[in-house]
């Protein structure tokens, strides 16, 4: 099925905890990535200095230590990368595929989220106080996820010539996952349906760097109610690690793979061993949220 050997990931950001949603992407991204009989490496998104929680990525590494969740290789902290991404924003720029902006919030706010390119012509000369955009092109990006069906964009009526570096300099999300997940060989992405919206995004940023994209697919996000998401954002309770047994076997019943009874107590290690034998990510059914009550009971 693969071309190249099978590398995925698990990407969590700092800025809190590991809670149950981010659990589930890290079981997920593991057990399609050792299913296939592949690598997993993990690499702490750190690069939103203000907003990383202290202690939270020491948390996130024990917590995935103690449910079985051991990945591959050295882990890559984002901060520790800066040069390699100025060095994609530069090319960016000398290629006039991004340029220097320094339209305010407000302006963009205006215009309903969509940026309208008012700095595309001006040709601003390098400042660090201005924001980076890329250039987006008029016309359909798309993607045919793996459970989530085809998914596509117009970045110019949806999106706008969108940030790679924020104003205050913080490089942003979009331009640091793709320029990482092309230098680390990702050839597969399992990740929460959230980041579904960003996809066309990243998938325009590897035409730029003339890079083939990996394969995706978004599982659910588990809801509490509409509308309000599992996450560390909550002020949702992180995961304990002392009953890591019957949490890893709630996560997999979760995902929809349907674990036999007697594997609840089991150490986590026979849990995995199983999840990784009998996965089968198409029983999630092919819905980008999920609501925590219509989870099969445990
Ligand atoms: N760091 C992102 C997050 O925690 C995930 C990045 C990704 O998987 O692409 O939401």
Redesign the pocket.
């Known amino acids: 099925m693969h071309a190249k050997p099978y590398v995925g990931?698990?990407?969590?950001?700092p800025?809190g905890h590991l809670h149950f949603g981010?659990l589930l992407?890290a079981l997920a991204?593991y057990l399609d990535a050792r299913h296939h009989a592949g690598r997993w490496l993990v690499?702490i998104?750190d690069l939103d200095q203000p907003r990383n929680l202290p202690g939270a990525t020491d948390h996130i590494l024990s917590t995935l230590e103690a449910y079985g969740l051991g990945w591959d290789g050295e882990i890559l902290h984002q901060s520790h990368n800066l040069e390699r991404y100025n060095q994609v924003l530069n090319a960016l720029i000398e290629r006039d595929q991004a340029y220097y902006c320094d339209c305010s919030r407000k302006l963009v706010a205006d215009h309903g989220g969509i940026y309208p390119g008012y700095c595309r012509a001006r040709h601003l000369p390098a400042a660090s106080s201005h924001a980076i955009r890329v250039r987006v092109p008029d016309e359909q990006i798309g993607l045919r996820d793996r459970l989530q069906g085809v998914f596509s964009q117009n970045l110019a009526t949806e999106v706008g010539d969108f940030v790679v570096r924020r104003r205050d300099g913080i490089i942003a999300?979009q331009l640091a996952?793709v320029v990482d997940?092309i230098d680390q060989g990702i050839t597969d992405?399992?990740?929460?349906a959230?980041?579904l919206d960003?996809t066309p995004r990243?998938l325009w940023l590897y035409r730029l760097l003339n890079a083939h994209p990996p394969s995706y697919l978004h599982i659910p996000l588990i809801m509490r109610r509409q509308g309000e998401k599992l996450?560390?954002r909550l002020a949702s309770a992180p995961i304990t690690t002392g009953d890591a047994s019957n949490t890893l076997f709630r996560a997999l019943a979760a995902l929809a793979q349907q674990p036999p009874a007697v594997l609840r107590n089991a150490p986590v290690s026979e849990q995995l061993a199983w999840g990784t034998a009998h996965w089968q990510p198409q029983r999630l059914p092919a819905v980008q949220q999920l609501l925590e009550d219509s989870l099969p009971p445990t």
């Open positions: 990931r698990f990407a969590p950001t800025s981010s992407a991204s690499r998104e999300y996952v997940d992405i399992v990740r929460g959230d980041l960003s990243q996450s560390k």
